[in-house]
């Protein structure tokens, strides 16, 4: 019988409280946003492309990805070994807080209901791209889709619209919006091709 330890969920939810654990103590001698957050120059600490993705700034953040992961996590590990499940959330939650920051980078730190600060913290585009993985890689998406022969950018057009119009259902005041959009975007491509089936 699978136990907890054996679930993906269950240790990136147990990563997300100790990660949040550890920014509380050393909240208390540093300032933590810039120690694990991820901002620009992107590549001055590197180890916030990871630690960006596990952290969060307050409890209610944590809470929120927490409840995410727990519902599409659960779903999705079902169908992906441990290491993809990992990776996959790693990399599209890095991939996700780059895009936020390089997008604010472009346009100013400041772009009413879209960015409302240049560095980022948080799981969001990972569990974003968790739901968009789910959304693609289910029976009556392959059933809907598979029926069409659509070019490939006709795919990714509307695969872009499909998370612009989730992210903007979604959105709320000083949320990533485009962390979030990215980490749709790239859960919906993946599950196009079913990339966390096992080989």
Not at 190 to 196: C, E, I, K, S, W
Request: hydrophobic share 60%; net charge positive; no cysteine.
């Amino acid at each position: 019988m699978p136990t907890l330890r054996d679930s993906p969920t269950a240790v990136t939810l147990a990563l997300l409280v100790g990660v949040f654990a550890v920014q509380q103590v050393v909240g208390l001698v540093a300032p933590v946003r810039g120690l694990f957050a991820l901002s620009p120059p992107l590549f001055s600490r590197p180890w916030t492309l990871v630690t960006s993705v596990y952290a969060h700034a307050s409890l209610s953040h944590l809470l929120a990805n927490a409840v995410g992961l727990a519902l599409a996590g659960a779903i999705v590990e079902r169908r992906a070994t441990r290491a993809r499940f990992h990776a996959f959330f790693a990399s599209t939650g890095a991939l996700a807080g780059v895009s936020q920051v390089s997008f604010a980078g472009v346009v100013g730190p400041f772009v009413p209901g879209i960015v409302s600060h240049v560095s980022v913290l948080g799981a969001s585009g990972a569990v974003f791209a968790l739901f968009g993985y789910l959304l693609a890689a289910n029976r009556l998406t392959d059933t809907l889709v598979g029926g069409f022969e659509l070019p490939a950018r006709v795919q990714l057009a509307l695969a872009a619209l499909v998370a612009a119009a989730i992210t903007l259902a979604t959105a709320n005041p000083g949320v990533a919006l485009v962390a979030h959009f990215t980490g749709l975007l790239l859960g919906v491509l993946a599950g196009r091709v079913h990339l966390l089936r096992p080989a």
